[in-house]
């Protein structure tokens, strides 16, 4: 097989009730997250997606160039791929459009050898099945200390864009973490 017609194929285990750690990053880690407002319209998606049932969500963060999350899927109808696509996918065409717009000089750094406009970095990310609590509970800390890792912010509380504060008592904001 040649390094052009190799690709990793992620194996997915779809069981119901079980935690999946899910991180996905931007097209070639370009940091297209850097803008507060796109972090914001990332949330709100993934609010919009959480409202539809698609998942329960433990813990969650948005980075200038990626994304953890750790949720349950409402399997059946849920799984992954389906919910990786009700999350990234209007989100992208969303600001690939207002991009377009306002003719960004950085549309000329997302298209990929096919000429394909991109926003996420092909392929299906990291997934992890869950299956301790002490694996659990170790996602959500290595989620909420991600910010402070990348000298962002000296406390992950002060992240606004991670379920850290919902999990310090500041249930203000969307999305909201479910019980688990």
């Not at 953890?68 to 389906?82: A, E, G, K, T």
């Not at 009700?86 to 690939?96: M, S």
């Not at 000089?105 to 298209?111: G, K, S, T």
Request: proline content about 6%; charged content about 25%; glycine content about 6%.
């Amino acid at each position: 097989m040649t390094p052009q017609t190799h690709r990793k194929r992620l194996k997915r285990f779809e069981i119901a009730g079980q935690g999946r750690y899910l991180t996905f990053s931007c097209y070639q880690r370009i940091a297209l997250l850097d803008n507060d407002a796109i972090k914001d319209r990332f949330v709100q998606q993934l609010a919009r997606a959480q409202s539809r049932g698609a998942f329960r969500l433990v813990a969650w963060v948005v980075m200038p160039n990626h994304v953890h999350l750790l949720l349950i899927p409402s399997l059946p109808d849920w799984p992954v791929p389906r919910i990786l696509k009700a999350v990234k996918r209007p989100f992208a065409q969303h600001v690939i459009g207002r991009w377009r717009e306002l003719q960004a000089p950085i549309l000329l750094r997302l298209h990929d050898a096919t000429g394909v406009t991109r926003f996420w970095q092909r392929g299906g990310g990291y997934d992890r099945n869950i299956v301790s609590d002490d694996e659990l509970w170790g996602k959500i800390e290595y989620i909420h200390a991600n910010p402070v890792r990348s000298n962002l912010v000296d406390r992950p509380t002060d992240w606004r864009w991670s379920s850290a504060r919902w999990y310090a008592g500041q249930r203000d904001g969307v999305p909201v973490v479910d019980s688990f």
